[in-house]
């Protein structure tokens, strides 16, 4: 897909609401992938925590409701669960942000 064409600038369609990540269920290096395929991210989304914050404002502009599940963080260990951490800590800050976008941590 190039950056010329229109599905690359995209946001895809989100398939459950609300969604669900398992942090447990993914091996470090597809952290970023899942939260792409799970918030329907562009294809340009960078994979890092700058741009899941753009895309996440991107994605809220529509004031559409959006819960988040989140399973598997109790369940890391070492550097996975110091980067889920800050992912963690960017949800929280979006929650304030953008009232139609809550998250939910099940234990």
């Not at 599905?7 to 895809?12: D, L, R």
């Not at 942090?23 to 991210?41: D, N, Q, V, W, Y």
Request: with cysteine.
């Amino acid at each position: 897909m190039k950056e010329h064409d229109e599905s690359y600038y995209a946001f895809k369609e989100i398939k459950e609401n609300p969604i669900i990540i398992d942090f447990a269920s993914c091996r470090p290096e597809e952290i970023h992938t899942m939260l792409k395929e799970k918030f329907g991210f562009p294809e340009y989304y960078g994979r890092n925590l700058s741009a899941l914050w753009d895309c996440l404002r991107d994605l809220v502009s529509d004031e559409k409701e959006y819960a988040v599940k989140i399973y598997g963080y109790n369940a890391l260990d070492g550097y996975v669960k110091e980067y889920c951490h800050k992912i963690l800590n960017l949800f929280s800050d979006a929650q304030k942000e953008w009232k139609n976008l809550t998250f939910e941590i099940i234990l």
